[in-house]
């Protein structure tokens, strides 16, 4: 059975925000087609291929889209530092309206060894109880010399053969290449090493031992030993399987006052620079600005300076849920003679009636990833992601987001996220941003209203010269649209105008409670996002939305 292609008669209004404009759900768009099943997911045919062969016109016309929601961070009982059954994960999943999610155990000897082959049956068995959910199972990835990775492939017959060939043969952790600092001997090897691990995933695709592989790094700038060299080399690598980072990472309740002490940090963003960092980055960029890491926060630095090169490198969002805040489960001991290296798993969690530690919010709860597909699947969501059509959320602050740039003598839909647009150049453009308000009150309980929209654009300038730069001294906020107050759907339409160079925009925007100047100044971004107090840090009163970028590639 193939994937599932969205219905003819809801061809206008695929995107969440026309769906709810029309009283029509995204899943119940779905379930009236009757998408959802345990046999849809597992068909041949290849997801539809997301921009035409051969050199591309002027213009562009992508496809309406579906966004799915979905966490590509969530680990279990089958992580040694976790605590929950995957039947707790998927029901929470569930309550919060997730579409996918990924099961990204953390690598050691007794997952490798014992837990991979016993956390796939229980996937197995979760994807049959839970039909409407798309159950990734996936690994976190201790890169070599760096931090670490969600790696996570289509299912298939070789999808847990593929994690556990790679975990034994590539994790940095299991093979002892932890060491990254500058000048250290072995620092180029395990660089090196990590480079080889993506290539030979790439090769396990097109060879077709998996349908689809995926990697995405996980917060990127907590510990500072991403440097911006290894980032590039990860995506020069393999751009079509390394295709991003985390804007923000998980653990977004460390800070909520009163809770974990007088130093936390939102996404436990709570270290100093080691003799492993970087040096290159500044003390700042060692905590959360609204939430999300300083990388993709900072207008103008290293997100941007990779956008800037012309390649797109995509932003997700997600739980990294291990202990969930107030929660009361604890973890269950271990009888006499077992350890996580001889079982691979840890006991089932138990209930108490005491609140106990945790940072993290359920899938779902309170970090989103929205992804634009054509078809209902897991090839679809890994073909979205991977074409860069995301947007996140935080504390459910927008219901929808359909973003296109379009050249003003086409009569088509243009480009949306991720996507290219050809023109010439001096050749007017518009974008449009179509946004879908919050129609009900977040698992917190507050209706969010989204107060401003910022239009970021940068030029694209082709590969740096300085593979550890991290600036792009032409990225800045060029326009701001005030919002406060609108409900619904509506259509904000901006006018760009295609200069000398190619360039792209983002999007990007808060519920407008805490701002100020960003960290490159005020003539770059006015009103950006701003680290909050130690200690001090509610997640749900400083909530922000981000999109992927589109480019639009100037021609003579």
């Not at 046999?39 to 799915?68: E, I, N, Q, R, V």
């Not at 009163?258 to 003390?283: C, D, F």
């Not at 959320?393 to 973003?403: E, K, Q």
Request: glycine residues 12%.
């Amino acid at each position: 059975m193939t994937e599932q292609q969205l219905p003819s008669w809801a061809d206008p209004a695929v995107s969440p925000a026309d769906l709810d404009a029309q009283g029509v759900s995204r899943r119940g768009l779905l379930r009236r087609a009757g998408l959802f099943g345990a046999a849809f997911a597992l068909g041949s045919a290849a997801t539809p291929a997301l921009a035409s062969s051969g050199k591309p016109g002027l213009g562009g016309h992508d496809p309406h889209l579906a966004y799915l929601v979905g966490d590509h961070h969530v680990h279990s009982v089958y992580s040694h530092d976790a605590k929950y059954t995957f039947s707790q994960q998927a029901r929470a999943a569930a309550k919060y309206g997730l579409d996918w999610m990924v099961f990204n155990e953390h690598s050691n000897f007794g997952h490798a060894n014992l837990g991979a082959k016993l956390e796939h049956a229980e996937i197995v068995k979760a994807r049959a109880a839970n039909p409407r959910q798309l159950i990734f199972q996936g690994l976190e990835w201790y890169i070599p010399a760096a931090e670490h990775c969600t790696v996570f492939a289509a299912p298939g017959p070789h999808e847990t053969d593929l994690l556990t060939q790679f975990e034994l043969a590539y994790d940095g952790k299991l093979l002892g290449y932890t060491e990254g600092s500058a000048g250290a001997a072995d620092t180029a090897r395990n660089e090196a090493h990590a480079v080889k691990a993506i290539k030979w995933l790439a090769e396990q695709r097109r060879s077709g031992y998996v349908d689809d592989v995926l990697v995405i790094a996980n917060h990127p700038l907590r510990l500072g030993i991403d440097s911006p060299h290894e980032m590039r080399n990860w995506r020069d690598a393999a751009p079509e399987i390394m295709i991003g980072m985390e804007g923000a990472p998980g653990a977004q309740g460390a800070a909520i006052p009163g809770w974990r002490g007088a130093t936390s940090i939102r996404g436990e963003y709570e270290n100093k620079p080691s003799a492993q960092s970087w040096a290159g980055y500044p003390a700042e960029a060692y905590v959360t600005y609204g939430g999300f890491d300083w990388a993709t926060a900072t207008v103008g630095g290293l997100w941007d300076s990779m956008l800037a090169e012309g390649s797109l490198y995509s932003i997700t969002t997600n739980s990294d849920n291990h202990r969930t805040v107030f929660d009361t489960w604890k973890n269950g001991d271990w009888p006499a003679g077992q350890n996580f290296d001889n079982t691979g798993k840890l006991p089932d969690p138990v209930n108490t009636d005491t609140p106990q530690p945790g940072s993290d919010f359920w899938p779902g709860e309170f970090s989103r990833t929205h992804v634009g597909v054509t078809r209902y699947g897991y090839r679809s969501v890994m073909a979205g992601l991977r074409a860069g059509r995301v947007w996140v959320d935080h504390g459910h602050l927008l219901d929808g987001l359909d973003v296109r740039v379009k050249r003003d003598c086409d009569p088509g839909r243009g480009v949306t996220l991720g996507g290219r647009l050809r023109v010439r150049r001096g050749e007017k453009l518009t974008l449009y941003v179509t946004v879908t308000s919050a129609s009900r009150p977040n698992p917190q309980g507050i209706l969010p209203e989204l107060a401003h929209v910022d239009v970021i654009r940068g030029a694209v300038r082709g590969p740096v010269a300085d593979r550890d730069g991290w600036r792009a001294p032409d990225t800045k906020v060029v326009q701001t649209r005030d919002v406060s107050g609108r409900k619904g759907t509506y259509t904000l339409r901006i006018p760009l105008t295609a200069g000398d160079e190619s360039f792209y925009v983002r999007l990007r925007g808060s519920d407008g409670n805490r701002h100020g100047a960003g960290y490159l100044g005020a003539a770059v971004d006015p009103h950006g996002p701003v680290p909050h107090a130690p200690g001090d840090g509610d997640p749900w009163a400083d909530t922000w939305f981000y999109s992927n970028p589109v480019f639009v590639d100037v021609t003579g």
